[in-house]
Every structure is written in structure tokens, then in C-alpha cells.
């Protein structure tokens, strides 16, 4: 077994072979995963989410440009971007 890292706590255990099982059931969601899985936002929010994408996006190839056209520079902006997106989509 391994020991914690934060002093005198009790040892890590490492062994999950002894773990219960996980058994999906209609139960456990209510029977209808669609509600469990959507997170949609409005037409609007959607719309204006977009639009935020694409002006970061411009903006990610200025600032590339303004560094020599460094493309690391440029995919590491363009991803945040992204996340941006998906943030203020609801995912």
C-alpha cells in the first residue's frame, strides 16, 4: 500500500479488483436519458456564443501575426477559444 502524502493519514489503498461493479438501470436516470444528457441553451445564446468564437478566433490570428506568424502561438489561443465556447454553451 502506498502512504499519503499529507503525513500520519492512513495508507492509500491500491487494489480496486475488490470493487463493486457498476450495473446501469432504467432506475437510476429516471428511464430517460435524454433529459439527464441535454443541456442545450437558447437559438440566441447560441447564436451570440458564435459569434463571441469568431471574434476570438480573429483575434488568436492577429496576435499570431504580431509574433511572426508563430503557430503555437496561434493553436494554443485558437483552443482556448474553443473552450471558451463550449463554456458559454453550457458543456
Known amino acids: 500500500m502506498a502512504r499519503s502524502q499529507y ?3 492512513p495508507p492509500i489503498p ?4 475488490n470493487a463493486q461493479s457498476f450495473e446501469y438501470s432504467d432506475t437510476s436516470t ?13 437559438e440566441r445564446q447560441e447564436i451570440e456564443c ?3 468564437y469568431e471574434r476570438n478566433v480573429i483575434a488568436c ?3 499570431s501575426k504580431t509574433y ?3 503557430l503555437r502561438t496561434r493553436f494554443a489561443c485558437e483552443q482556448r477559444a474553443f473552450e471558451t465556447y463550449n463554456q458559454c ?3
Open 89 to 91: 454553451r453550457g458543456y
Open 61 to 63: 490570428k492577429m496576435l
Open 50 to 52: 458564435e459569434m463571441e
Open 14 to 17: 491500491q487494489n480496486l479488483g
Open 68 to 70: 511572426g506568424g508563430d
Open 7 to 9: 503525513g500520519s493519514s
Open 30 to 42: 429516471g428511464g430517460d436519458v435524454t433529459i439527464l444528457g441535454a443541456r442545450g441553451v437558447s
